[in-house]
């Protein structure tokens, strides 16, 4: 390891996971991943690994299963397997996110049934909130769930969601009009438990998951659409019991993934900021290395610097949370420093390779596809600086 992305004040528990992870990631992903991703073959066997070391139940508590792990060792983690394959790090990021809103928000049945299925990876997660026509609006959720009895009747149609198919246990958000008297008061999460796989599902009548959305990058993980037809779901399948709870329950669940998406961010920074370095001191032009010209070495610095400055910024963010304090200036910004600084190393060292960057034979060309995708997952740049821009008016107003 070189000397960037060190986080200071680690425990010797957190050094010992992110060592195992480290190794993984060198011998199980990086030498699989560019094949894998050119045929967008999702990664069976790398997932079983990662259930073998317990990664999804990183941040689960103990007495579900679950290592019990902060968010911050699990950014750090989630920052390592990005380094590897980016697409990866998504299979454990969805699922993440719906196991924090079920510990921080599900009830005890919800807890003892779901969390340690999850933990152990039987059930993974899939997370969604965005529609066809939605956008960054989320108040225009126009997936609908009426009460019916001791059920709740679906339809509409969800878009993006990481982990669509082979998930088996879907978070999603539709609109009940039984909370209040705003749109963000009458959505709720509904808890959907189904088979993994695509077309109708044969366990839930009227859900379909129609096939992957062909993507530019992100490949390997499958991204789909989820149509509700007349889905009913028990009303005990409400995250939390109550509805009108559950625009408050997605945002701080998408608070906990811009930490993920900033990690990943970071991690994919890294691993290009690695094999620039490393070809620079190959390739020869005009006599010497092309690390010894000035340029080349300005635009190591460069890239030096917006890795270490992202990485200690989502750390920073990854402990407000853990601390238990409001963190959404911070997941922000970190989201937003992290995704741009990613795209900009990317394509330094996308520069640095010369043509061969424009090869499928070099790594670069993997991840010159898949940095942007950060650019916009768990809100894009302008929704991250809505969010910074109105806390800091908050924190810093003025007594009129």
Known sequence: M???????????IQRDILATVRDFVDKEIIPVATE????????TAIVEGMKQLGLFGLTIPEEYGGLGESLLTYALVVEEIARGWMSVSGIVNTHFIVAHMINAHGTQEQKDYFLPK?????????????????????????TKGVKDGEFYVLNGQKMWLTNGGTSTLVAVLCRTDEGGNTPYKNMTTFLIEK?????????????????????????????TELVL???????????????????????????????????????????????????????STFGKKIAEHQAIQFKLAEMATKVEAAHQMMVMAA?????????????GMAKYLASEYCKEVVEDAFRIHGGYGFSKEYEIERLYREAPMLLIGEGTAEIQKMIVGRRLLEEYKIAE
């Open 229 to 283: 037809q007349d889905v009913r779901i028990p009303a005990d399948r409400i995250l939390g019991g109550i509805p009108g709870r559950g625009f408050y329950q997605m945002m701080d669940g998408v608070e906990v993934g811009r930490v993920n998406v900033a990690a990943r961010g970071c991690g994919v920074a890294r691993r290009a900021f690695e094999l620039g370095i490393s070809y620079a001191q190959q390739r």
């Open 118 to 142: 999850m933990a152990a990876g039987e059930i993974r997660g899939a997370f969604s909130m965005s529609e066809p026509g939605l956008g960054s609006d989320v108040s225009a959720i126009s």
């Open 2 to 12: 070189g000397r960037l992305a060190q986080t200071d004040g680690l425990t010797e």
């Open 36 to 43: 894998l991703e050119h045929k967008d073959e999702y990664p």
């Open 195 to 223: 088979t993994a796989g695509f077309g109708p599902n044969p366990t839930v009548p009227g859900l379909t998951v129609p096939g992957k959305i062909e993507k530019m990058g992100y490949k390997g993980v499958d991204t």
């Open 319 to 331: 402990r407000k949370k853990d601390s238990g304090e409001r963190n959404d200036l911070e997941a």
